[in-house]
């Protein structure tokens, strides 16, 4: 039986007497304060705040509108219930937004992490990531990582002049990582930015170390992996991972979608008000690891998920980065890398630091692999090596009527 959590009487009273008053905790980022790399442009205005024209700034990005066909955890499903990675980047919003109202936070600086946070993201998933990451490791020593990409999306590729605490927050969000407090880290100037992304890219283990240095970069963080534990579980239904009727337990009405949302925001607001830094509670900490370490098990690494893409997209995807890359290194301007690659992005360029065609060949590659939807990267493939009938399996639509 589901049972949805309350705010206890007593903050309820707290939070609508700091209201009345004007009392509120006085934790959120201030805009007035925020930083660009050129300060002499994207000036707020008193209609137009700093994080809010981030927000603008994402929202209109070239890149924005290929999350719609990104995969979240299913690829290969022609099914309009299951998740995309353009609703998962709402769903973290609506619920940090919830959890920033509640605590007083600035909204539009979540707004802005929150929609950006997974911007360079590969097609198929976290295992396009880690296919990505082994061949551009094994040419040049270098990890892909896609939060540190997203950054690199925002504020090199396209230069955006982005603040500083927008993308310190998205570079910060780590989906895969949970913790029961979160306290704002100290990100001084680009210059430390800088050197913190360089360090990710030398050294995967980095990632792990980072912090977000602000609560509205904490939130995002936490609530990153409230938006995917119960969802995910929905689409595994969806998905008929497990038909109807004989899914595991765990993947039940006990752990429902909103059940999860609302009772990890509660406890995450009960313990984080007038704070200066985000907590769970023990109990509430110890089942968001327990579900997700469920979802791991039941989901993620299950033969039908993982084993599907080894098999299909792993090939793919590699093949097609050293044909790129041998594309490039020639110089054939009639390959896609340049006509939908590079073409494009020095089409829509803001006046980077050096011309994109002087990146090193294999960060070019990594780029163009990394802003592929799903269905670009398949037929990409199919246009690249005509005739190779390589055994991509579909779940259609009607496969279940027979």
Same mark, same amino acid.
């Given at each position: ?7 206890? %009487? ?82 973290? *919003? ?27 993201? =590969? ?15 094994? +040419? ?9 990409? *997203? ?25 895969? /990582? ?16 800088? +050197?913190?992304? +360089? ?76 704070? %200066? ?28 998920? *993982? ?30 890398? /340049? ?33 592929? =939807?799903?269905?670009?990267?398949? +037929? ?5 090596? %005509? ?16």
């Amino acid at each position: 039986m589901s049972s949805y959590e309350q705010l206890s %009487p007593e903050l309820t009273e707290r939070i609508a007497t700091d209201i009345r008053e004007g009392t509120r905790p006085a934790f959120a980022a201030k805009s007035s304060l925020a930083i660009r790399r050129d300060p002499t442009a994207d000036n707020e205005t008193v209609w137009r705040p700093a994080y809010a024209r981030d927000v603008d700034k994402i929202m209109h990005h070239p890149y924005y509108n290929r999350y719609t066909d990104k995969t979240q955890v299913f690829s290969f499903y022609k099914n309009d219930d299951i998740t995309r990675r353009a609703l998962h980047v709402q769903l973290v *919003s609506r619920i940090a937004r919830s959890i920033g109202a509640a605590l007083n936070l600035n909204l539009d600086l979540i707004e802005a992490i929150s929609l950006g946070h997974d911007i360079g993201h =590969t097609p198929f998933g976290h295992a396009g990531e880690r296919y990505l990451s082994e061949v551009y490791q094994a +040419e040049t020593g270098r990890f892909f990582n896609h939060n540190v990409h *997203s950054v690199r999306v925002l504020d090199q590729i396209f230069p955006m002049n982005l603040t500083l605490d927008t993308l310190d927050g998205i570079i910060a969000h780590n989906g895969e /990582y949970e913790m029961n407090e979160y306290r704002p880290s100290v990100m001084s100037d680009f210059a430390a930015f800088d +050197e913190m992304v +360089e360090g990710c890219y030398v050294d995967e283990r980095n990632i792990l170390k980072i912090l977000p240095s602000t609560l509205e970069g904490c939130v995002v963080r936490v609530c990153d992996i409230i938006a995917y534990l119960g969802r995910d579980r929905l689409d595994a239904v969806h998905a008929k991972l497990y038909p109807a009727g004989e899914h595991p337990e765990d993947l039940g009405t006990r752990t429902v979608n909103a059940e999860i949302i609302n009772n990890l925001e509660v406890n995450i607001i009960e313990h984080s008000y007038g704070k %200066p830094y985000i907590m769970l509670d023990r109990d509430h900490y110890a089942m968001m690891s327990e579900a997700k370490r469920d979802n791991y098990q039941l989901i993620y690494k299950t033969e039908k998920v *993982s084993r599907a893409l080894d098999l299909q997209v792993k090939p793919i995807m590699q093949r097609m980065y050293y044909r790129l890359l041998a594309d490039l290194k020639d110089g054939i301007k009639s390959s896609p890398i /340049y006509r939908h690659h590079i073409d494009f992005v020095m089409g829509n360029h803001y006046a980077g630091k050096i011309p994109y065609t002087e990146n090193e060949p294999n960060q070019i590659v990594v780029d163009y692999i990394a802003s592929m =939807t799903d269905d670009y990267c398949v +037929e990409l493939y199919d246009y690249l090596f %005509p005739g190779d009938k390589f055994d991509l399996k579909y779940h259609g639509y009607f496969e279940d009527l027979g």
